[in-house]
């Protein structure tokens, strides 16, 4: 099992910047690609950022690119999202999410309870 906890939400005013954090426990984090998603009222969850286990690969959301950096530190077992120029079409609960790297056909089988960000114009 791995055990995420996300932090660092809040209210922001558009055109801010917040960093979440997920910090997880329970299984060797550099095994484990990770990823931030986030649901928004009435709209499917969707992948905002992903990183792999080695933190050389990322992928983003064309939404997010080049506003936000996903970035790991291993030996803090920790995720982080840097999210820079927010709209308000950022608003939504963000969770972060874990997959076995190491494992054939994984998908991101751990999460956090989610940190809501909201966003005002």
């Known amino acids: 099992q791995v055990q995420l906890v996300e932090s660092g939400g809040g209210l922001v005013q558009a055109g801010g910047s917040l960093r979440l954090s997920c910090a997880a426990s329970?299984?060797?984090?550099?095994?484990?690609?990770m990823g931030w998603f986030r649901q928004a009222p009435g709209k499917e969850r969707e992948s905002v950022a992903t990183?792999?286990?080695?933190?050389?690969?990322?992928n983003y959301a064309d939404s997010v690119k080049g506003r936000f950096t996903i970035s790991r530190d291993n030996a803090k077992n920790t995720v982080y999202l840097q999210m820079n120029s927010l709209k308000p079409d950022d608003t939504a609960l963000y969770y972060c999410?874990?997959?076995?790297?190491?494992?054939?056909?994984?998908?991101?089988?751990?999460w956090g309870q989610g940190t809501q960000i909201t966003v005002s114009s």
């Open positions: 999410a874990a997959r076995n790297a190491f494992k054939s056909g994984s998908s991101y089988d751990y």
């Open positions: 990183i792999k286990y080695h933190g050389g690969t990322t």
């Open positions: 329970g299984r060797t984090f550099s095994l484990y690609d």
